[in-house]
C-alpha cells in the first residue's frame, strides 16, 4: 500500500474536497511510491480563510515581535532534530542524493529560521519631519505592518529550503500563508508545517495545500484575500502568476530561472576555477537556478579547461543516489528527461562541439550523462536557453570587454561568477555583469544574511536578509495634527 498525503489546513490534515489525488513517481525506479492530495479552489478558499483569521483576530495576530521570534527559534530546533528526515524526503522525492540537501539545504534553512527570529523584531517605523498642516505642526512617523496573507507558490528543485526562505520571512513580518508545494515534492512541506504546529504557532498560521499549479496555484493568484504572491519557478509561470495576480493588484514576488555565466580569465587558479564550474554544473543534476552553465573562458585556457571539464564531467558517478559511491541521480521527472535530452540533441545539431556526455537513451530511472559542449557560440540555444539539466556550455572570449558582453548577452540575469586573481578586474567585472548575484572565486554562496533575486527574466525582488522579511510588510505613515 502506498502513503497518502493530505492537505494541512488549520492545524488539521484533510483531503482535497472532491477526494481526487496525485501520484508521486519514484525517478529511480519509475515506480508510483505515495499519492497526495489533488487541491481545488475550494481547499484553497479554506486555507486562506484560516490564514485570515489568525491574521486579524487570532492569537497570531497579538503575537509581538520578540514572541514571534521564539517561535522561530523552536521551529529552527525542531528542523535541525529532523534535518536528516527532511534532506532524505526532498532527496527521494526527485532521486537526489541526501548528502546534498544535507550539506546545503537543510543548514541554510536552519539558518534563514534563526536569521528571521532577529528580524522580527526590528521592524521598526521612522519618524519623519514635514513642513506641518496648514500653518499647524505635525508629527509623522511610519509603521510596518505585515502585508497579508501570502501564497507561497515553490518548486521541486529544493523544495524544503525554498519554503523557508518564504516562511521565514513572512513569520518575521506577521504574515500568514498557504503554502503550495510542487506537484512533485509535497512531503517536506507538510512535514515542516507539522513541526511550526509542535513549535507552538498557532493552528492556521501556516497551511498547505497540495496540488497542480494550474488548479491549486492559480486559485490563490485569484483568491481576494492573498494579499501577495511568492513564487519560485519558471519564468513561464511566473509571466502568467504576473498577469493573474497583477489584475488583483496583489504584490508579487517572482525568483525565475537563469542562464548564469562562469567568467574564467586566463590568469584564474585552474584547479579552483575548475571545481566551481564543475560544482555550478552538476550539484542536483544541474537542476539548480543558479547553475552556472555558460562557462566563457578566455582563449589561453579554453581548450585546456574544456577538456578538463569533459573529464570531470565523465567521473562523475551517475545509478541509484542511495548507492555508495553515486554522485549523481536521476533528474527528477520524465518531462525534464526528454527536455534535457531534446537541447543535447539541439547543441549537436546546431554545431557545438560534444566533449562528453551525449543523450542518453531511456532505462529505468531518467538518468542523463554528464554533458559538455565546447566551441559553442552564445546564439545557440544551448547557450540561451536554460535547460535545467547537467549540461554545460563553453564559449571561448579574447577580452574581459568581450566577455562581459557575452555575459550579459542573456535575456536571465541571476547569478554570475568571476574566477580570476586579479581583484581589481574581479571587482570592475562583478559591477558590469547584470546579475542579482555575483560570485568572485566561488560559485553561488548562499546565506541567511545575503539577499537572493534575479534581474530580467531572472524575476522580480529579493529572498534573504533583512530586506526579505521587510518585503513582506507595508509602510503605513500615520501624521498627527498638533494644534499649537
Ligand atoms: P514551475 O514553474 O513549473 O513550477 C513551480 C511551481 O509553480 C510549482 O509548485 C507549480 O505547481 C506552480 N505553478 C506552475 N504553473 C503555475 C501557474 N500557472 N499558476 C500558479 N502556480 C503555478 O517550475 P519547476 O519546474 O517546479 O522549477 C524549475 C524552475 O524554477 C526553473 O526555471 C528554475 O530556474 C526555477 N527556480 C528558480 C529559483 C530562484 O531562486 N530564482 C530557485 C529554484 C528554481
Partial sequence: MTNHFNHFIEGASCAASDGRSITLVNPITEQVYATCARGTAQDVNRAVGAACTQLERGAWSRLNGA????????????????????????????????VEPRRMDLPNAIANLRAAAGWANQLEGRTIPTGGYFGSKTLSYTVREPVGVVGAIVPWNSPLMITVWK???????????????SEETPQSALHLAALAQEAGFPDGVINVVTGYGDEVGRALCEHP????ISFTGSPEAGREIQRTAGVRFKRVALELGGKSPQIVFDDASFDDALRGCALGLFAN??????????????????????????????????????????????????????????????????????????????????????????????????????????VGTVITFDSEDEAVALANDSTYGLAATVWTRDLVRAHRVAAAVKAGAVGINCWSPLDANLPWGGVKTSGIGREGGFGGALAYTEEKVITVLLPA
Avoid at 514572541?67 to 534532506?87: G, S
Avoid at 516562511?167 to 508545494?181: F, M, N, Q, S
Wanted: charged share 20%; with cysteine.
Fill in 167 to 181: 516562511l521565514a520571512a513572512l513569520l518575521a513580518a506577521g504574515c500568514t500563508v498557504v503554502i503550495k508545494p
Fill in 225 to 228: 484575500h492573498v494579499a501577495k
Fill in 285 to 390: 543534476q544541474g537542476q539548480i537556478c543558479a547553475a552556472g552553465s555558460r562557462i566563457l573562458v578566455q582563449r589561453g585556457l579554453a581548450e585546456r579547461f574544456a577538456a578538463a571539464l569533459a573529464d570531470a564531467a565523465r567521473a562523475v558517478t551517475v545509478g541509484d543516489p542511495r548507492e555508495p559511491g553515486i554522485q549523481m541521480g536521476p533528474v527528477a521527472k520524465k518531462a525534464q528527461f526528454d527536455r534535457v535530452n531534446r537541447y543535447i540533441q539541439l547543441g549537436i545539431d546546431q554545431g557545438a562541439s560534444l566533449l562528453a556526455g551525449g543523450v542518453s537513451t531511456p532505462e529505468r530511472g531518467w538518468f542523463v550523462r554528464p554533458t559538455i559542449f565546447a566551441n559553442a557560440r552564445n546564439d545557440m540555444t544551448i547557450a540561451r536557453d536554460e535547460i535545467f539539466g547537467p
Fill in 67 to 98: 514572541q514571534r521570534a521564539r517561535l522561530l527559534l523552536k521551529l529552527a530546533d525542531l528542523v535541525e532534530r529532523d534535518a536528516h528526515l527532511l534532506a532524505d524526503l526532498d532527496a527521494n522525492a526527485i532521486g537526489r542524493s541526501s
